[in-house]
């Protein structure tokens, strides 16, 4: 990419005659500190993976949000965390697949919060258990705008368990578009649901039980 730049700017050089070769050079200078920073701070798919989950984990040890009436506030603290890496509307649509093209514009601004809450109930549930367990990251996989992170918790009783992240890079950043928990897909899993409540029932059927599913559980968190 440095080199495209310079290219480019030694080409409008040569083409430009009022354009000073003082001014110029100080601007080549300027725009390769900027392209080098860029690529320096840039971070890798396993960088980010481990930053949310090292974020999570130190919401899980917090002693203070370990008690029970702290579950509520516990539970945010880690959708506010998850919601930086995760890109839930991804999800969304990769969960309804071919569901997806016929749904109106309406449609899917209603789907996506309520298909993110499920996610985040169910993400949470099956991490919330894991404190003081150890994380590993075991290989990362980049092609092209997709990447794989492997990750493995290693329980008090040496069990392990792999966890994969699957991310699509946006901008500069990497987002998480499913997670594989023990070999399940958690979009595959949704999917697979999706699919026959549609096909048996009805969209709105789907959307009925999703909400229906919400409102359950607030009001198991209002106990």
């Given amino acids: 990419m440095t080199t495209e730049i310079l290219n480019t700017m030694i080409k409008e050089y040569n083409g430009t005659k009022k354009l000073g070769k003082t001014i110029l050079v100080f601007y080549l200078i300027v725009m390769i500190f900027l392209c080098s920073a860029l690529y320096a701070y840039a971070d890798t798919p396993t960088q980010q993976v481990r930053q949310t989950v090292d974020k999570v984990l130190e919401i899980l040890k917090?002693?203070?949000?370990?008690?029970?009436?702290?579950?509520?506030?516990?539970?945010?603290?880690?959708?506010?965390?998850?919601?930086?890496?995760?890109?839930?509307?991804?999800?969304?649509?990769?969960?309804?697949?071919?569901?997806?093209?016929?749904?109106?514009?309406?449609?899917?601004?209603?789907?996506?919060?309520?298909?993110?809450?499920?996610?985040?109930r169910s993400y949470i549930k099956k991490i919330e258990s894991y404190t003081d367990e150890d994380v590993l990251y075991t290989g990362e996989r980049v092609e092209g705008e997709y990447s794989e992170v492997d990750t493995k918790i290693v329980t008090k009783r040496k069990v392990e368990i792999p966890i994969k992240y699957k991310l699509k890079k946006k901008n500069t950043r990497w987002e998480v578009y499913d997670v594989v928990i023990e070999g399940v897909?958690?979009?595959?899993?949704y999917r697979t649901q999706f699919n026959k409540i549609i096909r048996t029932e009805s969209y709105e059927a789907l959307v009925k039980r999703m909400k229906d599913k919400q409102e359950e559980e607030l009001f198991g968190e209002k106990k």
């Fill in 62 to 120: 917090n002693k203070e949000l370990k008690r029970p009436e702290k579950t509520k506030e516990r539970r945010a603290a880690i959708r506010k965390t998850v919601d930086e890496i995760f890109d839930f509307e991804e999800m969304a649509m990769r969960s309804l697949a071919v569901h997806w093209r016929s749904r109106t514009e309406e449609e899917k601004k209603e789907f996506i919060p309520l298909f993110t809450d499920l996610l985040e």
């Fill in 185 to 189: 897909s958690l979009v595959n899993n």
